[in-house]
């Protein structure tokens, strides 16, 4: 059956829906999103689609994870009633012309680097809200940029669609879950847990009562550097919803950051509170 009919069977039934929409290669970190939508909604729909319109040249599309069989059998122990896999022509047909652009929330992190990232996220995310209607949507907090720009545009063009995030999950040593730690080979895993200890000592200094912006990343480049496989991309503290730099810690603020391991870009975050 058509998703769109399905969806409308179990609205006629009063039932809520929710959607969490994921690239597919499943880890730990999607299976909390999706028993947060099973917790708030009655009915929950896993899409699985690697959007190409979100990959910038050279970046890896080609190779992105994928383990479709074993990503049905985690989403059906689970408990998803639904896993929508819409074909590439599904979601792009042909003569399809259109791009969300999301201003302002998108200069700055990721989007300075990743100049088409966040059209071609907030464009399929629309496409698939517009197909799934579902009542609520659920997004993960390592994507703190992305889940500003999902946000701002179900806002901005009245998509009626709740949005809720889901926590960032990590392994044992603190390195966040992402499809992307399965690229790092033996030697640079065991170093990107640095990212998080890094965030973690900038945690540290502000609960003894640093605020100010340039020792805070300071001590997080310090920690950085010790890995030697490691290349700071970016690093910022900015507002959690403008997304625009600050100065000074006087309200919580995100300090996010990019960092290659050879060819693996990873991200990561932390709330930091005054
Ligand atoms: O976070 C992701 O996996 C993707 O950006 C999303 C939200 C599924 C859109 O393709």
């Given at each position: 059956m058509q998703v769109g009919k399905l969806v409308e069977q179990w609205r006629r039934a009063r039932m809520k829906v929710g959607l969490v929409p994921t690239m597919g290669a499943l880890h730990q970190g999607h299976l909390s999103l999706v028993s947060l939508a099973l917790g708030e909604a009655d009915r929950v729909i896993v899409s699985i689609f690697v959007n190409p319109s979100q990959f910038g040249r050279g970046e890896d599309l080609s190779s992105y994870p994928s383990n479709f069989d074993e990503d049905l059998k985690k989403l059906d122990e689970a408990g998803v009633h639904c896993v929508f896999f819409p074909s590439v022509d599904e979601i792009y047909p042909e003569g399809f012309s259109t791009s969300i652009h999301v201003s302002?929330?998108?200069?700055?992190?990721?989007g300075k680097y990743r100049p088409e990232h966040f059209d071609g996220v907030a464009t399929v995310c629309s496409i698939l809200m517009s197909i799934v209607r579902p009542d609520i949507a659920v997004f993960g907090r390592k994507d703190a940029q992305q889940l500003a720009v999902i946000r701002r545009m179900v806002d901005d063009l009245r998509l009626g669609v709740e949005i809720h995030a889901g926590d960032i999950i990590r392994e044992p040593d603190g390195l966040a879950m992402s499809?992307?730690?399965?690229?790092?080979d033996p030697d640079e895993r065991r170093q990107a847990p640095v990212i998080h200890s890094g965030l973690s000592r900038a945690a540290v200094l502000v609960s003894k009562g640093e605020r100010d912006t340039e020792r805070i990343c300071g001590a997080v480049r310090e920690a950085i550097a010790e890995a030697s496989l490691a290349t700071l991309q970016y690093l910022e503290l900015v507002d959690?919803?403008?997304m625009k730099p600050v100065s000074k810690l006087t309200t919580p603020a995100l300090l996010a950051v990019a960092v290659y391991f050879g060819h693996t870009r990873l991200i990561d975050n932390v709330i930091l509170k005054p």
């Open positions: 302002g929330l998108t200069d700055t992190l990721c499809s992307r730690n399965s690229y790092l959690p919803d403008s």
